[in-house]
């Protein structure tokens, strides 16, 4: 992607960060809303922010699995450094963590197909793990629904997580035409992200973490509503925000910004918590993965890659990501 379309890219993303926070907010009490974000105990918050730090480990441990199963050596401790750095350029680089991930790899040994591959196996994992929490989950939120335009967007979501997964667990059963008939980029992702998925070692330990992690999010809301003594119970938790991480994830917004909070909003009006509420949850949500990610900004400034890093490096490492054939 070229220079000038990726300054649009980011332009609308930030529009669309400002312009759902706008709206949201125009509809609340602000005084209501701050007295929620000052009235939340210090150590649920404490708590909150303790979740999402140790979910980095999670995240790591997830990756290194990956990456083990391409081949790839990569110290632990190395890995967690990478990671942990990239969630700082989440927040600070245009490029955004997986170019730093990328170019830090590289910095590391790392051949291009693996490092671009552990990334993309990486949030597809991630995906497919996120679909068997709201899976679990569905016989308790279905009662709840009762936009028909929203219930057929999270079956055709699950629908489609399904399918995905059964092709990937049969793709040895394919006809050798039907398969030669697919593009071949497809058929490469495919083949890349089923070696972590069926390597013998580690497997089992994968699929855990990918879901741990993504319970990590729940309970750190979870936290954060006795924290600020909103109404939500423990399995309201893990039935609605399952739904706010997976919106969050399109990447249509400055991270996640916005989407999430409006995400959040909906999705807890379905447990009777008040709107003020909700947004107050989604905005510490936010503010605290933004200090785990000042954390890694720490981190990067020990890192021995720090010195032969500039933003225009990273932004060459994006497009080169972009046009790279996976």
Known sequence: MKQPAKALVTLVKFAVSIGILAWLLRGQDLSSLEADLLAVKLEMLALAVLLLFAQTFVLCHRWMLILRAMGVPLDWLAGWRILIVSTFSNQVLPAGGDAVRIWMLRRNGVQWSQTIGSIVADRFIALLALVAVLLAGMPFLFPRISDNSLLS????????????????????WWPARMIAALPAKIVQFARLVRAPLLASNGRGTLIVSAVLIHLITVAACYVLAIGMEAQLSARDAFVLVPLVILSSAVPISIGGWGVREGAMV??????????????????????GSLTVGLFGGLVWLLAPERANFTPDKSRAIAEQADAASI
């Open 266 to 287: 909906a999705a807890l009006s379905l447990a009777g918590i008040s709107s003020d509420k909700a947004l107050a949850i989604s905005v510490l949500l936010g503010l």
């Open 153 to 172: 967007a999270i079956v055709i979501v699950l629908v489609f997580g399904c399918l995905g997964t059964i092709a990937l667990a049969t793709l040895d």
